[in-house]
């Protein structure tokens, strides 16, 4: 290991996932190892994830230092998700986290979960200032960088993206996504689905209700499922392409579980190929939540002195991205990006 390396370990709690990742200040991720919540029925409950998230992870600490080579002793912090997330959720990963920093000894380093997506996507695939189009369960919204912060553009009003299809795959007993979009393939017909984009503000309650609806009245599942990928991606792909417009930036990065989307991916291909800027999307390795991207962002954290006492790292489920400064945006490029 380089004198100068510095090796943080990560912890992502913020809802089903609990991911410990261990990574280096050379941009390398050396652990990245995740264990998911799945409940018998219905979404996620917060409490139940929370039981599992303290069962399973001595298990997983121990795998990540495994399959790593690291010992606990060469860590030079503590990363961790502080949100936003679920509240018991976010407290089993905070709690595991100043355990290890009191008991090595070493900085403790509070982490946006949005911030650490977009971070994960610019070190895997190299783009240096993107348009981002976050895109998950629990999130959704387009942001890129300004004055020292990733600035919102627009986001949803109610839920995200991912839990609109989601709800709709539980509902009409399909499963989750990919399965919506698998079956929306075999598609035919077309329904008009709610369209809401309000100025660069996307809601998607009104579609997910219509989309049940149609089905409840006797629609073909094809074809509902077609025409809610559709209503949903082309709204997403239309609010980044007037962020993109508007910044006149030449590259655009998705990042999130819904990332993994053929069909959405498709469109907004199409359309950056319009403004001759380049589609970046993270691997599918770090699209959903994992603790890779906690511990790569508190790498960047610690380079830049980003850290917090115990008595400061409290959880904040409504943690927003725009509120973190990314002082490390201008400053460490050439050492970790290089």
């Given at each position: 290991m380089p004198k100068d390396e510095k090796i943080v370990l990560g912890i992502e709690s913020t809802a089903h996932t609990f991911g410990v990742g261990i990574a280096s200040s050379t941009g390398k991720i050396l652990a990245n190892v995740n264990s998911v919540y799945t409940p018998k029925s219905g979404g996620i409950h917060p409490r139940e994830a929370a039981q599992h998230h303290s069962q399973i992870a001595p298990e997983i600490i121990k795998e990540a230092f495994k399959v790593s080579g690291v010992s606990p002793s060469q860590l030079e912090g503590i990363a961790f998700s502080a949100g936003p997330g679920m509240g018991p959720c976010l407290r089993v990963g905070a709690t595991i986290a100043r355990a290890l920093s009191l008991r090595l000894n070493i900085p403790l380093i509070s982490v946006n979960h949005g911030v650490?997506?977009?971070?994960?996507?610019?070190?895997?695939?190299?783009?240096?200032?993107?348009?981002?189009?976050?895109?998950?369960?629990?999130?959704?919204?387009?942001?890129?960088?300004?004055?020292?912060?990733?600035?919102?553009?627009?986001?949803t009003l109610d839920?995200?993206?991912?839990?609109?299809?989601?709800?709709?795959?539980?509902?009409?007993?399909?499963?989750?996504?990919?399965?919506?979009?698998?079956?929306?393939?075999?598609?035919?017909?077309?329904?008009?689905?709610?369209?809401?984009?309000?100025?660069?503000?996307?809601?998607?309650?009104?579609?997910?209700?219509?989309?049940?609806?149609?089905?409840?009245?006797?629609?073909?599942?094809?074809?509902?499922?077609?025409?809610?990928?559709?209503?949903?991606?082309?709204?997403?792909?239309?609010?980044?392409?007037?962020?993109?417009?508007?910044?006149?930036?030449?590259?655009?990065?998705?990042?999130?579980?819904l990332s993994r989307s053929v069909r959405l991916r498709e469109m907004v291909e199409e359309m950056v190929k319009l403004h001759d800027a380049r589609l970046m999307i993270v691997p599918q390795e770090y699209a959903g939540d994992n603790g890779a991207m906690i511990a790569w962002t508190g790498v960047l954290q610690l380079l830049t002195n980003q850290t917090v006492t115990v008595e400061e790292s409290r959880v904040k489920p409504r943690f927003r991205l725009d509120e973190v400064e990314l002082m490390w945006f201008e400053r460490v490029w050439d050492i970790t990006y290089s």
């Open positions: 650490a997506h977009i971070e994960i996507g610019r070190l895997t695939t190299r783009c240096r200032d993107p348009v981002v189009l976050y895109v998950a369960g629990g999130n959704t919204l387009i942001a890129s960088y300004k004055d020292g912060r990733y600035r919102i553009f627009g986001e839920i995200a993206a991912g839990n609109c299809l989601d709800v709709f795959g539980i509902k009409a007993c399909i499963g989750t996504m990919p399965n919506p979009e698998i079956r929306a393939r075999e598609g035919k017909k077309f329904y008009y689905l709610p369209y809401k984009v309000k100025g660069m503000d996307v809601s998607f309650s009104g579609i997910l209700t219509t989309a049940l609806k149609l089905l409840k009245e006797g629609a073909r599942l094809e074809d509902v499922c077609y025409s809610l990928i559709e209503t949903v991606f082309s709204m997403l792909t239309e609010v980044t392409e007037r962020a993109l417009a508007f910044t006149e930036k030449n590259e655009v990065l998705i990042v999130g579980g």
